[in-house]
């Protein structure tokens, strides 16, 4: 197995005096790589799609860059910032992997950076979002530039969409709210309060009035209390998110059962394939932010999926994983070309100089034209058009119609009869 090969690299090349003419250089090496997601738990369902994401990528590599075979170590999260940390230091130690990849949650990220920064390992296209993650990396760059960059900008960069779609459909007399009042909610994480914190902002320098917040445990599917609450304010806007399919789908399926009037975003409702079998029609009006399957690649890429694994993959999930894995193969190609191994100084060293600079970016994905990183946004990636961007849907029969923005848009807002 090629495995065997970890045993003796340090063998002298002379030692092999039976096959002089093998070249040193040929000798197969393993590199062992940590995926970190949420493998089991609340939302393992996304922890599969990363799994077969990373698996159909090395396939298509036939896990090997250069001399290198590409191990996988699973870093399973399980959704707990603390389990989360204490897999990541195991992987580090006992398994040597030499570089880390993708991760769901914010928390989970946040402190998977300190391991990461102490054992200088380079993470790449940690999905972690809340600006926490940017604040900690701005508090000491030289430590936590071991988490090199993040495959999800922070909530703020993207929220901002909801409120311009909404104030868009108000200006032209689409939507007629008697008063532009909002009800605040999601998970109580570091993305549930970075994503709320982010949009109360945005709506209320928009002109929106706060009449409640509510933060849940990440793992709560019951919801009658706080939407019976929200029913008797009827605030105009219901915004706020969660992470677990199980959770999102509970909530959008209660908001129907007690008759909630208000329009509703739910962030992240999509983020499973089969969001529409937990939701049915109880998700007709909601707004949600998703990349879609919108090139010929990226199509593809779906249909394979589904055949091979038998699951709806999403954008936001599978197919960022599969972007982010792809971008990750190319920084081992590069690094290998410029320096002639792989390990942590080299790819480290590599993406610092290139990445973070800006001076190389990933243009072959299947999800966002192009994944760049400059100076000023490390480690978030360039928001905009042409760039990274999740355009607002609004969803009916378990399609999600784009409606901002306006280039994209297949139709306007609809407000709920």
Not at 371 to 386: A, F, L, M, N, S
Request: proline share 8%; aromatic share 12%.
């Amino acid at each position: 197995p090629p495995a065997a090969a970890t045993t003796a690299p340090t063998q002298p090349p002379a030692a092999a005096t039976t096959a002089p003419t093998q070249p040193p250089a040929a000798e197969t090496k393993v590199l062992k790589i940590g995926v970190l997601g949420p493998f089991s738990g609340p939302a393992a369902r996304t922890g599969e799609e990363f799994k077969d994401s990373v698996q159909m990528t090395l396939d298509e590599i036939n896990s090997q860059v250069g001399n290198y075979k590409i191990e996988v170590v699973w870093i399973d999260s399980q959704s707990d910032p603390a389990k989360a940390a204490q897999a990541y230091e195991q992987a580090a130690v006992q398994d040597q992997i030499q570089a880390g990849v993708l991760n769901w949650h914010s928390s989970v990220a946040v402190s998977c950076m300190d391991v990461a920064a102490k054992y200088k390992i380079p993470h790449f296209f940690g999905f972690g979002a809340t600006e926490v993650v940017n604040e900690k990396f701005a508090s000491d760059p030289e430590k936590y530039s071991y988490w090199m960059i993040k495959g999800w900008p922070a909530p703020a960069k993207l929220s901002i969409s909801y409120v311009q779609a909404l104030e868009d459909a108000i200006s032209k007399g689409i939507w007629k709210p008697a008063e532009k009042t909002v009800a605040i909610y999601g998970e109580d994480t570091d993305w549930g309060r970075s994503f709320g914190g982010a949009i109360k902002k945005q709506l209320q320098d928009a002109g929106w009035k706060v009449v409640a917040e509510e933060y849940f445990p990440i793992e709560q599917t019951e919801f009658y209390p706080i939407l019976n609450k929200f029913k008797e304010l009827n605030p105009a806007l219901v915004a706020g998110t969660s992470t677990a399919a199980p959770v999102a789908s509970a909530f959008i399926k209660q908001a129907d059962e007690v008759g909630l009037k208000s329009l509703i975003i739910m962030d992240g409702l999509g983020w499973v394939g089969e969001w529409y079998q937990l939701t049915g029609k109880a998700s007709d009006y909601v707004l949600d932010q998703i990349p879609g399957w919108t090139t010929p690649k990226a199509k593809e890429f779906a249909e394979k999926f589904k055949a091979r694994f038998g699951i709806e993959p999403s954008p936001s999930a599978a197919g960022l994983a599969y972007d982010g894995m792809h971008l990750f193969v190319e920084v081992l190609k590069n690094t290998l070309a410029q320096y002639g191994e792989l390990n942590r100084e080299t790819i480290y060293k590599w993406a610092r100089e290139n990445i973070h600079t800006g001076k190389w970016s990933y243009k072959d994905g299947i999800i966002m034209k192009e994944y760049k990183y400059t100076p000023e946004t490390i480690p978030d990636p360039v928001v905009g058009q042409g760039y990274y961007i999740f355009p607002v849907l609004q969803y009916f029969d378990g399609v999600g119609k784009v409606i901002f923005p306006p280039e994209w848009a297949e139709q306007p807002l609809k407000p709920k009869p």
